[in-house]
């Protein structure tokens, strides 16, 4: 049996799934410690989706195991995860559309304030609510826009409500969907200086194709390809590993 | 003391229920599997089939040149509703088809009762069919049951050598896997949808046609046996014809011996007045029983068609 | 306005000359109950239930079968109604809401028929032909619903008491989680919320309401039969919710009473009313772009 450091919240140990002939996550090993942002990157096609879906429980893995915080969470479902702190951002938008901003991340608020057996209080006008959803949304500077629908709102807005009802959780350790998906530089550098706020408080396994993004935030980066890990290390080491440079062929990774 | 002829006999009946199950679901899954459209007006279909038949049948006095004619003719029917109401409904979600189909039914219940008044018709059948059959030494079988059952069995067959073999059978699983692509390859999608929707109808016109000389057309007939096609698609998994095939046997076979045996088998553990009375309950639930108990453990059926 | 529509109930019951009035607005009454409890997990939820006849047909049949046993009291009635309702919710609605979409109304239709055959096949109650119901519940001390006015003013207090249920439940945080399943489930689980048990809880009580509103039913046409509960009335109440738009607070009420108003309407006109019906509901689908389930509201105003 592996005993990992202390430090260590997410262990990943030999995860495998497979559709059929095609090998989507291939023995993937890897961890995530405290207070660090651990990036993985990969060619389209990696299994970066696949493996995040496995992390998050919805998709259940053929073998291998997942351990958070000490504990086997191989097995359960999204909702558990989320009550012993492990949060998921989605990498196409995933919000209440038909809901205000506030509400949305307001139900994100309630979901970790105990259970919701409750029938007759108004929960809009419920303060326990409102105050923790609103301060989440000032962190991530949508407190303006707090009572517009969530599909008024564009899209770079949609990724900054994502973060705020990721927080609401509290989680301590977030999985990070490709956060920057589909952004314009400015908002890209914005959610880059959130993110490096955050940073600290909750660990964090980042999915990014934004190379700039990865190497201004990330601590460590593992590189994954075909579903299997080719490398894992300092972002200078990946910089310079030359199977990584193989696997992004033609594709300047040392930018930014 | 075990009655084989009984139990033959309703083993027999019980396939016959299943081939005509099948008829039903089989293009009803289609329909689900190819345009992920819920078809409740397919009863109806049933019904008109039923009701063109005994029609033809009077006018030609050959039970059987009306079972050729009615078959296009349900086509037709099947074409008109697809053009007119289920093409614009393609891309709505499943509510909506659920709601006008259900409409379906009203208008249809009603055209036909203005058409053919509020009694049922009869069909009656050439003499050469109205006997019985030998299969085994002191087990006879109704000659016409059993020809239903050949029928179901050539169609079962027929429907598998078009899907998997024929062009046309290409184009339909494609289309289920991949609307844009298919299209995108030059392929009429629009009509392809109604070249299926009339196929079903005429499977559905062909299970009702089949089975009025036994019980008659009459209005509303495919209302009930509607929620047991559901109920064998549900089991077989929708979008599957195999799967139909083989939950429409299950089905049929569990019905009918259920109904048979059912209280003789109470019987032997509870007292006989109790059983008397349980049975026919019980064994009208049985097939529900079973989709729930299938449920359980598969969720998307027995076999479920892949990739949705 | 909703309000106000309830304010000329009463005045409709000074029209109780006319018996028939008071019958018709009593019937839509009842029926504005069940379409309420079905738009808690059709409008609100999501939940397309294709079964909740069946319901109405548990909650007639616990008016009726104790009424064959010389059973009268109404506390029995009604406790045993939204009772027995409950438990066939939960034990039909821990296997229909593992499922999803298209499998999930055929499920729910499917074991509502269930019911139906069940019933159709025990003689002693009636079987086929149902069975009569000689005397109304009666809730001793205090009064009897023998009488039509009686039984009105106890339906419409029941009515308003729903309404008034409706609007804190949907508001209040069970509400939103609710609401939230319906718009996307997989993030409700994302963020932590376990939506199987909660979407269980509110087709209980769904079931539990509409089995109430069968208790005044069968208590209002004094007949139980198993026809009561045929998918075909489920779909009925699916229009009435739809008709008056799903996730409102009025809309059912509205949506129930423009259903039966037309049918009344229809059927003075012609043998073949049906036909036309069938039409407009086919037309009232295919021009409501918006799809029921976005919230789009034909009759009601806005939440």
Not at chain 2, 162 to 167: E, N, S
Not at chain 3, 217 to 233: A, Q, V, Y
Request: glycine share 10%; proline share 3%.
């Amino acid at each position: 049996m592996h005993n990992p450091a202390p430090d260590v919240m997410l262990h990943v140990s030999e995860l495998s799934k497979a559709f059929g002939a095609l090998r989507a996550t291939d023995a993937v090993s890897l961890d995530v410690r405290a207070a660090e942002i651990h990036a993985i990157i990969g060619p389209n096609g990696a299994g970066k989706t696949t493996l995040i879906a496995q992390l998050a429980g919805e998709l259940p893995p053929d073998s291998g195991r997942i351990e958070f915080l000490g504990r086997d969470i191989t097995r359960l479902p999204p909702h558990t995860r989320s009550h012993l702190g492990l949060a998921r951002s989605f990498q196409i938008t995933s919000v209440f559309l038909d809901m205000t901003l506030l509400d949305n991340v307001a139900l994100a608020v309630q979901a970790h304030q105990g259970h919701s057996y409750r029938f007759w209080k108004a929960a809009r006008r419920d303060a326990a609510l409102v105050q923790p959803a609103m301060t989440l949304l000032s962190q991530v500077g949508l407190a303006k826009r707090a009572h517009r629908l969530a599909r008024d709102v564009s899209h770079g807005e949609h990724r900054q409500l994502e973060i705020a009802m990721v927080l609401a959780t509290r989680p301590k350790l977030l999985l990070l969907d490709e956060p920057m998906a589909g952004m314009g530089t400015e908002e890209a550098a914005r959610m880059v200086d959130i993110l490096q706020g955050l940073k600290g408080q909750t660990a964090m396994l980042l999915i990014e194709h934004d190379m700039d993004a990865v190497f201004a935030l990330a601590d460590r980066i593992t590189v994954l390809v075909y579903g299997q890990v080719i490398a894992s290390g300092s972002p200078d080491a990946i910089r310079a590993d030359t199977s990584v440079r193989r696997a992004y062929l033609g594709e300047d990774i040392t930018a930014g | 003391m075990i009655d084989w002829s009984l139990i033959v006999t309703q083993c027999l009946n019980g396939i016959q229920l299943g081939v005509l199950l099948f008829l039903l679901a089989s293009g009803l899954t289609l329909i689900f599997g190819i345009m992920d459209f819920v078809n409740l007006a397919h009863g109806s279909l049933y019904m008109v089939g039923a009701f063109f038949c005994a029609t033809f049948t009077e006018l030609t006095g050959s039970f059987l040149l009306a079972l050729v004619l009615s078959l296009p003719a349900v086509a037709a029917v099947g074409i008109l509703v697809e053009l007119v109401v289920v093409r614009q409904l393609y891309a709505r979600d499943h509510l909506d088809h659920v709601l006008a189909t259900f409409g379906l039914i009203l208008c249809f219940d009603t055209l036909v009762q203005m058409l053919w008044g509020p009694e049922g018709m009869a069909i009656p059948l050439p003499t050469f069919l109205n006997g019985r059959v030998t299969i085994w030494p002191g087990i006879g079988f109704p000659t016409y049951r059993l020809l239903i059952i050949l029928i179901g069995l050539a169609v079962a067959a027929g429907l598998y050598v078009i899907v998997t073999h024929t062009r046309v059978g290409m184009r339909i699983r494609a289309g289920a896997s991949n609307r844009t692509m298919v299209s995108a390859l030059g392929v009429n999608i629009q009509s392809l949808y109604t070249l299926v929707f009339a196929l079903g109808a005429v499977l559905a016109g062909l299970a009702g046609l089949i089975i009025a000389p036994i019980t008659e057309a009459s209005i509303g007939m495919g209302n009930d046996i509607i929620i047991v096609a559901f109920v064998v698609i549900i089991i077989g998994g929708i979008g599957s014809i195999k799967g139909a095939f083989i939950a429409a046997l299950l089905v049929g076979l569990i019905d009918t011996m259920g109904r048979a045996f059912l209280d003789g088998l109470l019987k032997l553990v509870i007292s006989a007045q109790n059983a008397e009375t349980a049975a026919p309950a019980l064994s009208a639930m049985l097939i529900y029983i079973l989709m729930a108990a299938v449920l359980a453990f598969r969720p998307q059926g027995l076999f479920p068609a892949k990739g949705r | 306005m909703g309000l106000i529509l309830l304010a000329l109930v009463p005045v409709f019951t000074a029209l109780t000359d006319q018996s028939f009035y008071l019958d018709l607005v009593n019937r839509l009454m009842i029926l504005a109950i069940a379409a309420l409890s079905l738009n808690l997990i059709l409008g609100h939820g999501g939940m397309i239930s294709f079964g909740h006849a069946a319901y109405l047909g548990i909650g007639a049949y616990c008016v009726g079968i104790p009424a064959y046993y010389g059973v009268y009291s109404g506390w029995v009635h009604f406790p045993l109604a939204m009772g027995v309702s409950a438990l066939f919710a939960l034990l039909t609605g821990a296997i229909c809401l593992r499922t999803t979409g298209v499998y999930f109304i055929m499920i729910t239709m499917a074991f509502a028929q269930m019911m139906f055959f069940a019933l159709v096949s025990i003689e002693t109650y009636g079987g086929d032909d149902g069975l009569v119901i000689e005397v109304r519940s009666a809730f001793d001390p205090w009064l009897s619903l023998e009488d039509n006015v009686t039984l009105y003013y106890v339906t419409f207090a029941s009515l308003a008491i729903c309404l008034y249920l409706m609007h804190r439940i949907v508001q209040s945080r069970f509400g939103m989680v609710i609401e939230g399943a319906k718009g996307n489930e997989r993030r409700m689980q994302a963020i932590g919320f376990n939506t199987y048990r909660y979407r269980l809880t509110s087709y209980i009580m769904s079931g539990a309401m509409c089995g109430f509103a069968g208790a005044l039913l069968g208590n209002f046409t004094n007949f139980i039969s198993p026809e009561m509960m045929d998918w075909m009335r489920s779909g009925e109440l699916i229009f009435m919710v739809v008709l008056g738009g799903a996730g409102s607070l009025f809309g059912p009420v509205l949506g129930t009473a423009a259903f039966i108003l037309l049918e009344e309407w229809l059927s003075g006109i012609t043998l073949y009313w049906q036909l036309l019906f069938g039409v407009i509901l086919i037309l009232t689908v295919l021009l409501n772009r918006g799809g029921p389930l976005r919230g789009a509201k034909p009759l009601a105003g806005s939440k």
